[in-house]
């Protein structure tokens, strides 16, 4: 993959819609500032064949993309591709949106979502809304990350004399629309929107899953259940415009000025517009001018933001423009909102009850100052952090340390969960906020942003007594894990004072909770499963570890017990021992080379003193001699006389596997020790790296 180098060249495509050409100004800027070069592209002046040749052409390191509806995305029946597929330069997807909230079609967003899977070695996707992440990270979109909006607004002064005291800057319509009405779960969406407008936290994302989920009779995360689930998404999110609606007309609190209102002007309509028919609302003529829009932020008393129905915990673009800008605001609640700021308790609604609660109190004269002290912290942490130049950095921070990893990369996948500052060489970083060693920015206390049986080890150290649900993180770390795979656990136990003495600390362990997950003790295990555990697992060690203050800890050291599907897997596993070694053979080399290479690969761990602990798997495929029996036979007997190696102590097991079945292969892969392709080996190397 690549690397974003000094000076690299970045092609960005313009936009027809305002708050779209803002943001890509903003990258352009902060991107230009940073070194690099941008190509500005108006691809309203340019047919598909035109941009494919100018990209071409002009060859850039990357094409950035912030617009679900450029040129680049556009699909080509003629090749069955979207032009994005067809061009071979490096893709960034900036989603501001949550993905696919503009396809309102199953089979367009399957047609786009496996594109994005069969050019995920060449693109990376920054996402706003978590939720999106955690999908593409579970359908094996590795370069898949979390980001912030942000803002290029300066503060405005505070005008003496306010020019509104309630305003909202965007689209709204009157109430729920009927346009759902034919589709024949449109009383799911209903519900769900009510649900919605009662319990503002409510996630629609949740019942979408669900909702694929009952579609497909099946829980388990595929292509075909998140074109259900986004498809549900969309089919809520039109809708977004008119739940708005119901929210704004339940406003008792002071008169509401909205700038924008019905979105047909959009679209050349010049009257006829739908409206909030109340004494208490005014309406004003939209606008794009952004210093107008930031003065109206600046001079609103509140600014008010209700989030569209696409989103569950992202904090939108709106509440970082007025933040930026310097106003206050009131936003219903986001799951993201403890994370942007210290005030999100003053500035954030759940229900319209307390919108207009909170509305009552601080349009009070009494309650100016605090507003305006609120307003100032709140500015202050946005300024700070959430600005063009601080995503840009992400974004290349994550571009170059995934592509690392990728030249870098074997077939064990390593995973240390709650990492901090520090994680072990060749493991992946995870941890609930951006440090330099964290490659994965994740709450735990979600779904796991990693595909179902992915990897071969996890590490967990002192990270499982900060998350909530003890069940959840032993079913994620089961689902995550390869059959087999190594689950290296260390928590503060109960026994100890550990386990209290930090006020982080939200679940306790000690020893005998990890009873109710293990084989070893069915009827805790069955028991378990009766309260939601899904797996199970078998104990390699649990034990103790004693340190100053009276803290101890558990190290629980223990294996997933998954079925593996190839009926050769337990076979295969009463072979194996403490070191298993794959040795992969060119079989189409001439015999007289083979033999040779075969003799000095094996003489090296045929000499090794702990060789009766060895497994040796030889790799064959459809070009494997019928001989191969004799082949490695006439080896292990040369090296036995003509080396003098003395087998009375035990001898290396050797068994033949084939490369053909990736099933199996899967399976035994967290018990392989180290992967050995003969043609390229270096055995000084071998030596060192595996059997001293």
């Known amino acids: 993959m690549s690397n974003v180098q000094s000076n690299s060249r970045f092609l960005i495509e313009s936009s027809n819609t305002p708050i779209y050409q803002r943001i890509i100004n903003a990258f352009s800027e902060a991107i230009t500032s940073l070194g690099h070069t941008v190509d500005l592209v108006n691809i309203y002046n ?34 069955n591709k979207f032009i994005f597929e067809v061009l071979d330069t490096p893709l960034i997807f900036i989603h501001h949106d949550n993905v696919f909230s503009n396809l309102i079609d199953i089979e367009s967003i399957e047609k786009k979502l496996n594109a994005w899977i069969a050019i995920k070695d060449r693109s ?50 009157p109430s729920l629309d009927q346009s759902i009405k034919n589709l024949p779960f449109s009383h799911l969406i209903q519900a769900d ?14 019942r979408a899953t669900k909702f694929a989920a009952n579609k497909l009779d099946t829980e388990e995360i595929s292509v075909q259940s998140l074109c259900l689930k986004y498809f549900y998404m969309s089919c809520l999110h039109t809708q977004s415009q008119f739940f708005r609606g119901e929210i704004i007309s339940r406003l008792t609190s002071g008169n509401i000025d909205i700038i924008g209102g019905d979105p047909r002007y959009l679209h050349g309509y010049q009257d006829g517009f739908q409206t909030i028919n109340k004494p208490n609302v005014k309406y004003h003529k939209p606008t794009n001018n952004d210093e107008v829009i930031r003065s109206i932020y600046a001079s609103s008393k509140i600014n008010l933001n209700i989030t569209s129905l696409q989103f569950d915990s992202t ?56 507003r305006i002290e609120i307003a100032d912290t709140l500015h202050h942490e946005v300024s700070e952090k959430y600005t063009y130049i601080n995503v840009v950095q992400d974004i290349i921070l994550k ?43 994740a709450n735990l206390n979600s779904r796991f942003p990693f595909p179902d049986s992915s990897a071969d080890v996890i590490r967990a150290y002192d990270v499982i007594e900060h998350l909530q649900d003890r069940i959840h993180t032993m079913n994620e770390l089961w689902r995550v894990a390869k059959p087999d795979g190594v689950i290296d656990i260390r928590v503060p136990s109960t026994d100890g004072r550990g386990a209290f003495q930090d006020p982080t600390h939200i679940s306790f362990w000690n020893i005998n909770s990890f009873m109710y997950y293990c084989a070893e003790y069915p009827a805790y295990l069955k028991l378990n499963q009766v309260y939601g555990f899904k797996g199970a697992f078998k104990v390699e060690s649990m034990e103790h570890e004693s ?32 070191i298993n070694i794959l040795i992969c053979p060119d079989w189409q080399e001439d015999e007289e080379n083979l033999y040779k290479s075969l003799r000095n690969c094996l ?15 030889i790799g064959i495929t459809e070009h494997t001699s019928e001989n191969v029996d004799s082949l490695l036979s006439d080896v292990a007997l040369d090296l036995i006389f003509e080396e003098n190696i003395d087998v009375s102590d035990g001898e290396p097991n ?25 043609a390229n080996t270096d055995l000084e190397n071998l030596r060192k790296l595996f059997l001293d």
Not at 550 to 572: F, G, S, W
């Open 46 to 79: 340019m047919t598909v064949d035109h941009y494919i040749s100018y990209v071409k052409k002009t060859n850039p390191d990357f094409i950035l993309l912030t617009n679900p509806c450029g040129i680049a995305s556009v699909y080509v029946k003629e090749v």
């Open 547 to 578: 340190s100053e203050g009276d803290v101890v800890h558990v190290r629980a050291l223990l294996r997933a017990v998954k079925q593996c599907n190839d009926e050769k897997y337990n076979d295969y596993i009463d072979e194996l021992k403490s």
């Open 654 to 678: 050797v068994v033949f596997i084939s490369m053909e079945n990736h099933e199996l292969l899967k399976c035994l892969e967290s018990r392989i020790s180290e992967v050995i392709n003969l």
């Open 193 to 206: 929107i009510w649900n919605r407008v009662t319990n503002l936290p409510y996630k629609l994302s949740e």
């Open 603 to 617: 003489s090296v761990i045929f000499n090794h003193p702990q060789k009766k602990n060895i497994s040796i798997l």
């Open 124 to 173: 990376w996707h920054f996402c706003l809304e978590y939720d999106n992440f955690l999908d593409f990270r579970n359908i094996g979109i590795n370069n898949c990350f979390s980001i912030d909006h942000a803002s290029e607004f300066q503060k405005s002064k505070y005008d003496e004399i306010y020019s509104y005291d309630l305003s909202f800057v965007g689209h709204v319509l």
């Open 399 to 441: 571009i170059n340390t995934s592509s690392e990893q990728s030249s870098n990369y074997s077939n064990r996948l390593c995973i240390d969960l709650g990492c901090g500052d520090w994680k072990p060489e060749g493991f992946i970083g995870v941890d609930i906020a951006p440090r330099p060693n964290v490659d994965v920015v």
């Open 315 to 370: 904090v939108i673009n709106r509440v970082m423009d007025v933040a930026a800008a310097g106003g206050f605001i009131l936003t219903d609640w986001r799951s993201d909102l403890p994370s942007f700021t210290s005030v999100h308790k003053e500035i954030s609604y759940k229900s319209i009850e307390e919108l207009n609660e909170k509305a009552s109190y601080y349009l009070h004269p009494d309650h100016q100052k605090e």
